[in-house]
């Protein structure tokens, strides 16, 4: 026994026998939900109408004092027509079992009761009741379903020669046709001209084969040179006996879609074809910068090349001049401290005191510029080196700016990914675009794939 599908029940039991009543409740109460007793028919009755949405099962007793289950049965008949009905009988109420088929009784279990029958044949009940729930969900699932595709889907039902037999009041938003206009009118009537005849002819093969078809259609609509593009799928109807009745076609309108890729698409090529010009535009503008600050960097390292030099060379005379300068004075102080070599080499010029002691008053003047000499020298050498260090100073750091501008634009490279970023997007979206327009493609001849998209 499947107790899960009892446990979800609930019984009237009417009983006048005490401990029969008490004894199958109890029992009976560790199948189902809830066990409703009473003792008679009347107030049997009065239990059903008062619980008559919570109760599912009837067992009750034929002969009964105040209201007998027969005429107990008649009047909830009035109020439900189907709630299953058992009936507990002993052998001498065999005349009533004629009237109780008349009120549709489902069974009678002969007194002493079989426990085990009667549990059988509640749980035969019960799987009827569970079964009758079930299909009562599913119906109102599928009334929900219906309800939502009429909201959102072009809905077109057909006779087994492709007749229509019904539109919903989507389509004839859609199409400004109204319901009488199009009702016994072929469905093939509604294809655009750019339409090949060939896949409304499979279409009808394939109802006749119980198969389905789907892909994209241009239709016409009442308003001319306006017609729709809906990406349809069609199943044949079957009868309860699985004969084919019909069809019924299912529309989504992706005419505005198709518009919005289409602009789309035109979009990004022109995005396409400007981030192209403009990449060129900036590449060629760095070009030119780069180039400037190149030549500008060469002829400062050009420049800061012949500094150096200038100012290796002005060491170089300096530091001779001063070794010059340094042989002299030790000749001179040769001179003064030897006066007999003096007199030795230069005897023609020494040829009188006078002359000798003017000589060493020049050689004593001579002494003198030397040393100032040296000292000026020295003074302008290093004057001289601090200004050459301050430009060679100034030079370089100009000459980091202008690398540090070359630096920057690294961003180039950057711009230049951007640009493959946004190329790599527009292809993306082109894709889109015509993965839509393929779908279309594919169930049209040549000329419809010609005109498709000239509106």
Known sequence: MESNVLKNLTVLYVEDDVSIRNELSLLLGKFFKNISTANDGALGLEKFTANQHSIDIIITDINMPNLNGIDMVKEIRKINS???????????????????????????????????????????????????????????????????????????????????????????????????????????????????????????SNMLENKTWNGCIKYITKIKDRPYIAETFIMSTLSDEGIITGAICIQNDITDDLSKKRNTQIALMKDKGDIFIKSKEVSAESNILVNDLTLQINKLEEKLHTIKLEKDKFMYGFAKAKNDLKITRKELLNFKNNPELLETQSTSALKTNKENADFRIEVKKMAEKLDELEKNNTRAMNQQKINYEVEIDDLTTELEDYKMKIDSLGNIEIINQKIQYWKQKAKTESRRAEEIERKVVQTGDESFLKKIFSN
């Open 82 to 204: 189907s709630i299953p009905v058992l009936f507990t009988t002993a052998y001498s109420d065999k005349e009533f079992l004629s009237e109780a088929i008349q009120l549709r009784v489902n069974d009678y279990i002969i007194k002493p009761i079989d426990v085990r029958k009667l549990l059988g044949v509640l749980n035969t009940l019960g799987k009827v009741i569970h079964n009758e729930i079930l299909v009562k969900k599913q119906n109102k699932e599928l009334v929900n379903y219906k309800n939502a595709i009429d909201l959102n889907s072009i809905v077109i039902k057909t006779d087994t020669s492709l007749n229509i037999t019904y539109v919903n009041d989507l389509f004839c938003r859609t199409t400004s046709f109204s319901h009488t206009e199009l009702i016994g009118q072929n469905f093939s009537s509604l294809k655009h001209s750019d339409v090949s005849s060939a896949i409304f002819k499979e279409i009808y």
